[in-house]
């Protein structure tokens, strides 16, 4: 039986259900294909561990996905390729590099750095403590483990600035296994703080760290960096990174043990938790989020530490920050801008009355402030002059003898508490007398200034020069040997005798050396010295003498 027409279908109203499901289905897809997280790649510079877990926490926390990111994080290692090439490849969007990205730079690859999460790098020599290794002097001689430039740099560049050279060195390639310092197949093992000590700790073997940052040599470390081409195409997709990056490790950094926890469950599970938690510490100290905003780098800083790969032969030309560094660029609503700004505008019209009354007050005041900061900049040129004056020799511009003392008494207190080496130079120009009597006082102040100034340039950085009254200079010798210090001095003396000062005046001069012993002071190292500067002196002149027991017998 048919139906009645008002019961049959209505394919009219069907085909309009249809096309309405379908257009919701769009609508539901583009919304989807709008909210989908887009993908980064980012490249860990070693195996998976607390040294990365801002980036870790920015996953599990959920920052990278609150900015529209969903990261996939490839640890490094042995056998890996280096981040910054895969980064220059495409395989990977971001890298984590040392300080070394700034060679790479200079060598024309497009890099830039986004964010420098630790202030100080961790890498570090590691010794025995049963070895007769204290300081970088001590390395002469040994098996040092180097791994290649610029990962050891620091390491290097600490050698350099002490006068060690690395071919007084029998240099190992790395094994990354702190077991080969323990059997004794190095002398010196590279290696980072937060690391291996821990590592040997649990193996029972105590040791000593020589820490470059010791040394004047401080690196930023683990630098979050991009090629120019992402940051030109996605600049916000990069800021939205670097952002969500460091919302991670400050969340990592205020909440530890949940980082370790989560880091041993699912990123580093053969890393136990006394270890993560021993990392964690000591990267903190290195990172110091309580003193310097995270991520923060300092153009000065950078232009300090390319300088240091140009004196160790690495890189060479002028180093431009321009385009190395990252800078934000700030996007502005304008139409928030407009109501911020009528609003401050009414809010300046209200208060306009009472800033007008107190603007006079306010004038007198900065003048005031003013006068008082240029009395406390002259005050403090002033006391800098002064000190200038009191520990500087006014003729020759080296160390004054209140100075000097000072600088001994130190010295001294370091080489009996780390029981290393320490020599004294005592020195005079011979015949000075004659000089003054022949040439004028004039002549003779121009060869004093002369002979300051031609030892000086060739001491070491740690060696200090004195002026210690008349013609008598002495030089003060950390991490120094008696025979090492005979061997400069005989250096010296050559130098000042190869050519003449002035014109054709020409001086020579006698050296005295000797070395601290336990218990002297230094009244009784200079006196040493001094005795033998008088032997040089009887025995002819323009010669080095070395202080021994037997050197102080009467000359015959």
């Known amino acids: 039986m048919?139906?009645?027409?008002?019961?049959?279908?209505?394919?009219?109203?069907?085909?309009?259900?249809?096309?309405?499901?379908?257009?919701?289905?769009?609508?539901?897809?583009?919304?989807?294909?709008?909210?989908?997280?887009?993908?980064?790649?980012?490249?860990?510079?070693?195996?998976?561990?607390?040294?990365?877990?801002?980036?870790?926490m920015a996953v599990e926390k959920g920052f990278y996905a609150q900015a529209g990111l969903e990261v996939d994080i490839r640890p490094g290692g042995p056998g890996t390729p280096k981040p910054i090439d895969l980064?220059?490849?495409?395989?990977v969007?971001?890298?984590?590099?040392?300080?070394?990205?700034?060679?790479?730079?200079?060598?024309?690859?497009?890099?830039?750095?986004?964010?420098?999460?630790?202030?100080?790098?961790?890498?570090?020599?590691?010794?025995?403590?049963?070895?007769?290794?204290?300081?970088?002097h001590d390395l002469a001689g040994k098996r040092v483990m180097l791994m290649p430039a610029p990962e050891s740099a620091e390491l290097r560049i600490t050698l350099a600035r002490e006068g060690v050279d690395l071919s007084h060195l029998e240099v190992q390639q790395t094994s990354f296994n702190p077991q080969d310092l323990i059997d004794g197949n190095t002398d010196a093992f590279d290696g980072y703080i937060s690391n291996e000590p821990f590592w040997l700790q649990q193996k029972g073997q105590a040791y000593r760290l020589i820490n470059p940052r010791e040394y004047g040599v401080n690196f930023y470390n683990d630098v979050l960096t991009t090629r120019e081409t992402l940051l030109q195409q996605r600049p916000a997709q990069v800021e939205a990174f670097i952002q969500a990056s460091l919302q991670g490790w400050q969340y990592a950094l205020e909440n530890i043990e949940e980082s370790v926890q989560l880091i041993h469950q699912r990123y580093a599970p053969d890393?136990?938790?006394?270890?993560?938690?021993?990392?964690?510490?000591?990267?903190?100290?290195?990172?110091?989020?309580?003193?310097?905003?995270?991520?923060?780098?300092?153009?000065?800083?950078?232009?300090?530490?390319?300088?240091?790969?140009?004196?160790l032969g690495?890189?060479?030309?002028?180093?431009?920050?321009?385009?190395?560094?990252?800078?934000?660029?700030?996007?502005?609503?304008?139409?928030?801008?407009?109501?911020?700004?009528?609003?401050?505008?009414?809010?300046?019209?209200?208060?306009?009355a009472v800033a007008l009354r107190f603007a006079r007050?306010?004038?007198?005041?900065?003048?005031?402030?003013?006068?008082?900061q240029q009395a406390e900049q002259e005050l403090r040129s002033s006391n800098l002059k002064l000190e200038r004056l009191a520990n500087t020799d006014r003729l020759t511009g080296q160390w004054s003898r209140l100075k000097i003392e000072e600088l001994a008494h130190n010295?001294?207190?370091?080489?009996?508490?780390?029981?290393?080496?320490?020599?004294?130079?005592?020195?005079?120009?011979?015949?000075?007398?004659?000089?003054?009597?022949?040439?004028?006082?004039?002549?003779?102040?121009?060869?004093?200034?002369?002979?300051?100034?031609?030892?000086?340039?060739?001491?070491?950085?740690?060696?200090?020069?004195?002026?210690?009254?008349?013609?008598?200079?002495?030089?003060?010798?950390?991490?120094?040997?008696?025979?090492?210090?005979?061997?400069?001095?005989?250096?010296?003396?050559?130098?000042?005798?190869?050519?003449?000062?002035?014109?054709?005046?020409?001086?020579?001069?006698?050296?005295?050396?000797a070395q601290w012993q336990a218990g002297q002071g230094l009244g009784e190292l200079v006196h040493c010295a001094d005795l033998m500067l008088y032997r040089a002196k009887k025995l002819g002149r323009n010669r080095v003498e070395r202080f021994s027991p037997c050197a102080i017998q009467p000359l015959v």
């Open 271 to 311: 890393k136990s938790l006394e270890h993560l938690r021993f990392e964690a510490g000591q990267l903190k100290r290195l990172i110091m989020p309580e003193l310097v905003q995270l991520g923060h780098m300092n153009p000065g800083r950078w232009q300090a530490i390319a300088q240091s790969y140009q004196d």
């Open 314 to 352: 690495m890189i060479e030309g002028p180093f431009e920050l321009d385009g190395f560094l990252y800078k934000r660029e700030v996007t502005t609503d304008n139409s928030v801008l407009y109501q911020v700004l009528g609003g401050a505008l009414l809010a300046l019209l209200l208060l306009g």
């Open 361 to 372: 007050l306010t004038q007198n005041l900065r003048l005031e402030v003013k006068r008082r």
């Open 87 to 91: 980064l220059l490849q495409g395989e």
């Open 2 to 56: 048919p139906l009645p027409a008002s019961m049959a279908p209505d394919k009219r109203g069907n085909t309009s259900l249809r096309l309405g499901l379908g257009l919701l289905l769009v609508q539901w897809w583009c919304l989807a294909e709008a909210t989908a997280a887009e993908q980064v790649r980012l490249q860990l510079r070693w195996l998976h561990q607390f040294q990365f877990a801002g980036y870790y």
């Open 411 to 513: 010295e001294i207190k370091r080489a009996e508490r780390y029981d290393v080496p320490l020599a004294l130079v005592f020195f005079d120009i011979d015949r000075f007398k004659a000089i003054n009597d022949q040439y004028g006082h004039d002549v003779g102040d121009c060869i004093l200034t002369g002979v300051a100034h031609r030892i000086k340039t060739h001491l070491r950085d740690s060696d200090s020069l004195c002026r210690w009254g008349g013609e008598e200079f002495i030089i003060l010798m950390p991490h120094t040997d008696l025979d090492q210090a005979c061997l400069i001095a005989e250096k010296l003396r050559a130098l000042l005798a190869a050519e003449p000062l002035t014109g054709t005046i020409g001086v020579t001069a006698s050296f005295g050396v």
């Open 93 to 136: 969007d971001f890298a984590i590099a040392n300080s070394g990205l700034v060679i790479a730079r200079m060598q024309g690859k497009p890099l830039v750095a986004l964010a420098a999460i630790m202030q100080s790098s961790p890498i570090t020599w590691i010794v025995r403590t049963d070895s007769d290794i204290y300081t970088p």
